[in-house]
């Protein structure tokens, strides 16, 4: 319920008063989705002055569940209730259940984003708005602005599992002078538990910091069976969107050049991931595929940012006046045309930075072109990420601000020089977490060369199978007789039983540790 401070509860808001938010935040991007939502809270608590039952029609559509919002004071250091539960009780006249409480914040901050939605409208600058908001809820907008930068948290302490004597494991993942390197990989066969772990991950992640988000590239559609109850946690639990792409475009642009970015100089990245990702692709192809993407960026027109359909179209206009016949390039351009993999124009939704959202993407419909998709949002991210400050330290902690978690991650890893290796040497100071997890040691230990060995004092083995002792050695630098030890007993785990690199004493078996599982939570 609250963070490590417990000073803060995460509050259930509606996807209205998120898309309100995040209008309001593109508009104002020094402002904070916490402070926003506070401040819609206040305003409607101040300018309606009562309280009435919510409507049991908001948010009807079970494809678009509730959201948290960032932190929203509810309770001081001893943990008593602060500013808006005093309020709301005010206004009830009689004291009132916790839950109660909290269920009416979830309705004020959805009405107030209303307010607020009109109010902003207004104003050009943030100065405009905070004048505005000064006549309207002076006694609590000085000490809800904060800075543009987010707030330290505290040390992020993840149980990752119970030892042989029955203690917790932890983990202080954003604790610098004990973990130099966030990223983690998680190794093991298929049924042995390692999804599920990383999913515990998760939850342990955004329960003590409540405005991390997440990214999950889900390959193999396991998360994202509708019918599954693992995915009803992720939505409700995780507050997660959930995309089938092929089905729904995911709700991004594929080609978005930043406004510092060289035209050429992304068109000439971009021609060349696709060109990794369709080898088919020729010389001649690339050339066409490049000249295509600057001539689409120098338009004003699509400047913004444009899908697969416009690529299709200027693609052919190209060719026609070349006297050209189609080839493998427009047929990769239309079959993605038409699968509309991806959001074709820009909207209040593909405009806004994956990092800030939570989503579960579900790759298995696509089949031959799930990596190249996976590829073009693992992009994205890092365009994004590249822009960002460094996160804030406060003595050896620091923030996180997004995680990426990519399950089934061996179709990933032989992609060399790729956007995974950049968001993986560069996202520790940007706060950027990557997992992955797959099936086999080597993997790993042979995958695109030294591209991958810099977060890979993070693994976390389960059950799997070892064709050579130098797979280990690869991945941990120890002796080898330990290297021995840990090769004769990987094979020989139990479901749920794992090796932690970190967590290596001289007698191995008790350093096993019995992981966390999501799905034991319940709903």
């Not at 930068?149 to 599992?161: A, C, E, M, Y």
């Not at 692709?281 to 004003?300: D, I, K, P, V």
């Not at 590249?386 to 804030?392: C, F, G, N, R, T």
């Not at 139990?494 to 966390?516: G, W």
């Amino acid at each position: 319920m609250t963070n490590k401070t417990n000073k803060i509860d995460r509050i259930r808001i509606s996807t209205i008063a998120a898309d309100r938010a995040q209008a309001l935040q593109r508009k104002f991007p020094e402002l904070e989705i916490g402070w926003i939502h506070r401040i819609a809270a206040l305003l409607s608590l101040k300018r309606n002055g009562y309280l009435e039952d919510r409507p049991s029609d908001i948010d009807s559509d079970p494809n678009r569940p509730s959201r948290y919002p960032g932190r929203l004071e509810l309770r001081s250091a001893s943990n008593q209730p602060v500013l808006f539960p005093t309020l709301i009780r005010l206004l009830a006249g009689k004291p009132l259940p916790f839950n109660e409480i909290t269920d009416q914040l979830w309705y004020q901050i959805h009405l107030g984003s209303g307010l607020l939605e009109e109010v902003s409208k207004e104003c050009k600058t943030l100065e405009d708005l905070y004048e505005i908001l000064m006549n309207e809820v002076p006694e609590g907008l000085d000490s809800f602005i904060t800075p543009s930068k987010p707030l330290p948290v505290g040390t992020i302490s993840l149980i990752i599992g119970k030892k042989n004597d029955g203690s917790d494991y932890i983990w202080p993942i954003n604790d610098t002078s004990t973990v130099d390197n966030p990223h983690a990989a998680v190794v093991g066969l298929s049924g042995q538990g390692k999804t599920q772990f990383v999913l515990d991950l998760l939850l342990q992640l955004v329960e003590q910091d409540s405005e991390l988000s997440f990214t999950v590239l889900d390959y193999k559609g396991d998360l994202s069976d509708s019918d599954s109850r693992i995915r009803e946690m992720i939505e409700h639990k995780l507050g997660c969107k959930v995309t089938i792409a092929g089905k729904n475009p995911v709700p991004t642009l594929p080609f978005q050049r930043g406004v510092s970015q060289d035209i050429e100089q992304y068109s000439l990245g971009m021609t060349d991931l696709l060109g990794k990702l369709y080898p088919r692709l020729g010389t001649q192809q690339r050339l066409a595929l490049r000249e295509s993407l600057s001539e689409l960026l120098t338009n004003q027109e699509y400047e913004n940012g444009f899908g697969f359909h416009t690529l299709e179209e200027h693609l052919r206009f190209i060719y026609e006046q070349r006297g050209r016949k189609d080839d493998g390039l427009i047929e990769v351009a239309s079959r993605l045309a038409v699968l509309r993999v991806f959001e074709e124009k820009p909207t209040s939704i593909s405009s806004t930075p994956l990092i800030g959202r939570s989503n579960l993407i579900r790759l298995n419909e696509l089949i031959a072109d799930s990596l190249p998709v996976a590829f073009l949002i693992i992009n994205r991210i890092y365009d994004e990420m590249k822009k960002l400050p460094d996160v804030v330290r406060q003595g050896s902690t620091v923030n996180f601000r997004h995680v990426i978690f990519i399950d089934e991650a061996h179709h990933y890893l032989p992609i060399r020089s790729s956007p995974l290796t950049g968001l993986i040497r560069e996202g520790r100071s940007k706060g950027i977490i990557v997992f992955l997890a797959t099936q086999s040691v080597s993997d790993l230990a042979t995958a695109a060369g030294a591209d991958y060995r810099d977060f890979l004092s993070n693994v976390f083995f389960f059950k799997t199978n070892i064709s050579s002792a130098s797979e280990i050695r690869a991945l941990i630098p120890t002796t080898n007789r330990r290297v021995q030890m840990v090769s004769d007993i990987l094979p020989e785990l139990e479901p749920s039983q794992m090796l932690f690199t970190r967590h290596l004493e001289k007698d191995l078996k008790s350093s096993l540790l019995r992981a966390v599982q999501f799905y034991r939570r319940s709903v």
